[in-house]
Nanobody, 123 residues
Framework: QVQLVESGGGLVQAGGSLRLSCAASGRPSSSAGMGWFRQAAGKEREYVASISRNGGSTYYADSVKGRFTISRDNAKNTMYLQMNSLKPEDTAVYLC????????????????WGQGTQVTVSS
């Protein structure tokens, strides 16, 4: 069993930055790929970024490429999402997850989820 807790969300003006953290406990997540998703009110869960188990490979949705950076520190069992140049359309609940499937962009490939942290970007 893995428990995931996100933090770092908040209210920021357009163009600003936030850094999200995802702390894992329980069965070590360092052996698994992980990812970030987001879900805006009334919309489906959307893939944001993912990272391989050793951090050597990272992948991004086109909508965040060049603005967001995913990273992880396995010694601390923590994953991060640095978000720069934020836009109002980035407003959503951001969730981290541990992957046990193949399709990195699909929520169905992730078997453990955090509760999420709210990010609100004002214009």
């Amino acid at each position: 069993q893995v428990q995931l807790v996100e933090s770092g969300g908040g209210l920021v003006q357009a163009g600003g930055s936030l850094r999200l953290s995802c702390a894992a406990s329980g069965r070590p997540s360092s052996s698994a790929g992980m990812g970030w998703f987001r879900q805006a009110a009334g919309k489906e869960r959307e893939y944001v970024a993912s990272i391989s188990r050793n951090g050597g490979s990272t992948y991004y949705a086109d909508s965040v490429k060049g603005r967001f950076t995913i990273s992880r520190d396995n010694a601390k069992n923590t994953m991060y999402l640095q978000m720069n140049s934020l836009k109002p359309e980035d407003t959503a609940v951001y969730l981290c997850a541990v992957r046990n499937g193949i399709k990195i962009t699909s929520p169905a490939a992730y078997n453990y989820w955090g509760q999420g942290t709210q990010v609100t970007v004002s214009s």
